[in-house]
């Protein structure tokens, strides 16, 4: 049985990813997680009694913990979802994201990279090691321009840039030490599951309770919008048909500026709790003081990703309908997020 191993399991993507590979292959998959704020053994519920899930919980920067991984379980990939990722906490609190998002990964390449060492010669040419990027390194791009991989790196926020730390090291490990290394840069995903911090949740659940929608400046600002299985499926293209060294754009190529998403799940809300007092929940909404060098538009040149195969299947309206959906309808797993963080506290001014 062929075993890969999953770092940052538990979390949004990570979680997607599991449950989607164990519906869909025959594979062993072994998470590790360090089960931070946003991670959660809930959003592995599904697929918990699936005997080809094993879970560890620890941290990618525990060199002897992933080092006894390895050797026991002897992956023949490892897929890094592993990191801090939100922008707001990164401006009040860069150091997290330094510590995980690059001395993290540096550390578990380290790891990876001593293991494929050990591998015969057929194990090492088969090994992969993905590591799950952003679009955001990218900075921002002009219309109507898509950044493609060979674009340069321009981050913007303490987040980004760790981000593009982390690939500059996994891509050196491959130029260096041979490794067989693959990234994927995804565009902004959603989709159940997601911490309530991010944009879409935090607006279904604040719509659904009548709470203030804040909107960052003018609301212009652009984004494009992948739903997380669709994903899932392009990170499985590319591990079967990556080779080592590339690296991949996936975005679903629709774009929308925040406030007109923000109306859109507004509207969503509405329609599946016609009875709230509040309505309609776009009255919420709120412009607020813009984030600190918050990036414009981030757009992604596709064209490598497809020539795989890969194209998005979940079109943004009906992705947006399943997501206010689940949210409405798993209060439980609602209440265990939000006790985490304040949903009324501003994060990332740079005060």
Not at 82 to 98: G, K, L, N, W
Not at 114 to 121: Q, S
Not at 208 to 222: M, N, T, V
Request: proline fraction near 6%; charged fraction near 20%; glycine fraction near 8%.
């Amino acid at each position: 049985m062929k075993t890969i191993l999953v770092t940052g399991g538990a979390g949004f993507l990570g979680s997607w990813f599991v449950r989607h590979w164990l519906a869909t292959a025959g594979d062993r998959l072994v998470v590790l997680d360090k089960l931070t704020y946003a991670g959660s053994r809930a959003s592995l519920a599904a697929v918990a009694d699936d005997p080809r899930l094993v879970f560890r919980h620890g941290d990618i920067g525990d060199d002897s913990l992933v080092a006894a991984l390895v050797a026991e379980f002897q992956p023949q990939a490892i897929v890094n979802f592993a990191a801090e990722t939100h922008v707001d906490r990164s401006i009040d609190a860069p150091a997290p994201f330094v510590a995980t998002n690059v001395v993290g990964t540096w550390q578990l390449l380290e790891q990876s990279l001593g293991y494929w060492r050990t591998l015969a010669a057929a194990q090492q040419h088969a090994f992969r090691f993905l590591h799950i990027s952003t679009d955001e390194v990218f900075g921002p791009i002009d219309a109507p321009n898509r950044a493609t991989e060979l674009s340069p790196s321009r981050p913007s926020s303490p987040y980004a840039a760790s981000k593009a730390a982390a690939d500059h090291f996994v891509r050196s490990y491959h130029h260096t030490y041979g490794l067989p290394v693959l990234l994927v840069h995804p565009s902004n995903n959603y989709g159940p599951f997601q911490f309530p911090e991010k944009l879409i949740p935090l607006v279904i659940l604040n719509a659904a309770e009548g709470k203030p929608l804040p909107i960052y400046g003018d609301g212009r600002q652009s984004r494009d919008w992948l739903f997380g299985e669709d994903l899932c499926r392009a990170i499985g293209a590319v591990l079967k048909q990556g080779k080592p060294g590339e690296s991949f754009n996936v975005a679903s190529g629709v774009e929308r500026a925040n406030e007109v998403l923000v109306r859109q799940i507004c509207e969503l809300v509405d329609r599946h709790r016609p009875e709230q007092p509040h309505g309609p929940s776009t009255q919420l909404i709120t412009h607020v003081a813009d984030r600190p060098g918050h990036d414009t538009r981030y757009a992604l040149d596709t064209s490598k990703v497809r020539g795989l195969g890969w194209s998005p299947r979940v079109e943004l309206a009906a992705g947006l309908d399943e997501t206010v959906r689940w949210y409405l309808e798993h209060r439980a797993w609602v209440a265990e997020a939000t006790e985490k963080f304040d949903r009324t506290r501003r994060l990332g001014t740079g005060a």
